[in-house]
């Protein structure tokens, strides 16, 4: 068959404009098959809530189901090298918060190298942290709570969702700051972990706004303040730690996106895209904000650069805390 010119030129430029992901070579575009989405804890935390949230849209836009797969235990870390261990096809991705750069420093020993083993897709959200309380605890500010602890050294306890969690730095931060006495209980993921505190065997945590939100509206658990620059929209009657009078508990996390290391950049891309165009939309924007998160859309060059900024930053706390894991 004979092509003139145009002809020829018609064809190319139709072939430039159909979308496809390049996997090796003839393969079909992606997804073919549904992905994986990994969440390092247990169902009920700010992993799982994002994650879900997150996966619906990637499942809407691309006719494949995203799955949400709950991998617990070691803070993140079992399910972090599962992650790390898996083809780099794109079939496989992580939802991990900050504890992503600080497990390496709190571990003897971690199976991954986060800036190795992963590729970053994106950051989409950062959060804070929520100081909260059993409801029969005797205190109902930050003051009064602190004035407790310190007249009680040792006796009260603190529930945190796993060693080097968002959950346990905030509190280990608060603890270091004042001079509290405060026994720390690490538990496999946030559900478990809001569960002691409801039930008074862990009368204190820092939770994540996605774990904590519903239990203080719903009164399970009393909520004293939030660690972050501004009051959440979530729990507006809540002041920040500044506002109580604590202004060197200001902290702010991240959850993120990764796929393991040699991923296909035009994969990576193409999730990256996909993800900070969901968490732009009015719904999953009204979402975030009853979780208590904030859209922040980084693409994969700057969030590995703060990626790094970030270990150097929590580095220094887990040092200063002496936080050591078994």
């Known amino acids: 068959m ?44 700010q992993n799982d809530a994002i994650g ?36 780099p096809d794109g079939y496989t991705l992580l939802v991990m918060d900050t504890g992503f750069v600080i497990n390496p420093f709190v571990y003897p020993k971690v199976p991954y190298d986060p800036f190795k083993d992963f590729e970053a897709v994106s950051i989409p959200v950062t959060t804070t942290q929520v100081l909260t309380v059993t409801p029969s605890l005797p205190v109902r500010t930050v003051k009064e709570l602190v004035e407790l602890v310190k007249a009680n050294p040792g006796k009260y306890s603190y529930a945190s969702p796993g060693i080097g969690t968002p959950g346990h730095m905030t509190a280990e931060l608060f603890r270091l700051s004042l001079g509290l006495d405060l026994v720390h209980v690490p538990f496999n993921g946030a559900g478990p972990a809001v569960a002691s505190t409801i039930g008074g065997h862990t009368p204190i945590a820092f939770g994540s706004p996605a774990s904590s939100v519903a239990q203080v509206k719903d009164g399970k ?6 660690a972050s620059g501004k009051r959440l929209v979530a729990l507006p009657d809540l002041p920040t730690m500044a506002q109580a009078g604590f202004p060197d508990i200001d902290v702010e996390f991240w959850i993120g996106i ?8 035009d994969i990576v891309a193409a999730l990256n895209r996909e993800v900070d165009k969901a968490v732009a939309l009015p719904d ?11 859209a922040a859309a980084i693409g994969s060059a700057d969030a590995a650069a703060k990626l790094k900024s970030e270990s150097a930053k929590w580095a220094k706390v887990v040092q200063a805390a002496g936080i050591k894991a078994g």
């Open 2 to 45: 004979k092509f003139d010119r145009r002809t020829f030129l018609r064809l190319v430029a139709a072939a430039a404009a159909t979308p496809a992901l390049a996997g090796p070579a003839g393969a079909q575009a992606y997804p073919t098959r549904p992905v994986r989405m990994i969440v390092p804890f247990a169902p009920g935390g």
């Open 284 to 294: 999953v924007r009204q979402r975030l904000d009853a979780l208590g998160f904030e």
């Open 52 to 87: 879900r949230l997150i996966a619906q849209k990637l499942s809407e836009h691309f006719g494949r189901q995203y799955v949400i797969e709950n991998v617990g235990g070691g803070g993140g870390v079992v399910g972090t090298h599962r992650a790390a261990q898996a083809a």
């Open 221 to 226: 658990l009393r909520g004293l303040a939030v």
């Open 258 to 265: 990764f796929a393991p290391a040699s991923t296909p950049k």
